[in-house]
């Protein structure tokens, strides 16, 4: 059973610095590549940061040069580095494998709970 747990979510404020965590179970997970999303109050999901197994990492623009994207294949977890937050960083966190590509597609339908992320100005 695929199964992705975030954690780490929290109240920062503007100009701060935050960790996020995710354990993944069930996939092959040193094999895979995956990806941070993030989802703001009536607004669509959308992929963040992705690594794929060979450490390659794609971000996107919004997040360039502040989020960093890392894994630790042996405890199966990705983590997503977040420094010099802004207000508009304000959103629910996900994580996912992603189909390696030019188009980055989600794997998987299943999704965990997320983790809240508040950035106050």
């Known amino acids: 059973q695929v199964q992705f747990v975030e954690s780490g979510g929290g109240l920062v404020q503007a100009g701060g610095s935050h960790r996020l965590s995710c354990a993944a179970s069930?996939?092959?997970?040193?094999?895979?590549?995956m990806g941070w999303y993030r989802q703001a109050p009536g607004k669509q999901r959308e992929l963040v940061a992705a690594i794929n197994s060979r450490g390659s990492t794609y971000y996107a623009d919004s997040v360039k040069g502040r989020f960093t994207i890392s894994r630790d294949n042996a405890k199966y977890t990705v983590y997503l580095q977040m420094n010099s937050l802004k207000p508009e960083d304000t959103a629910v966190y996900y994580c996912?494998?992603?189909?390696?590509?030019?188009?980055?597609?989600?794997?998987?339908?299943?999704w965990g709970q997320g983790t809240q992320v508040t950035v106050s100005s």
């Open positions: 069930g996939i092959r997970f040193s094999g895979n590549a």
């Open positions: 996912n494998a992603i189909k390696w590509s030019d188009t980055l597609a989600t794997m998987y339908n299943s």
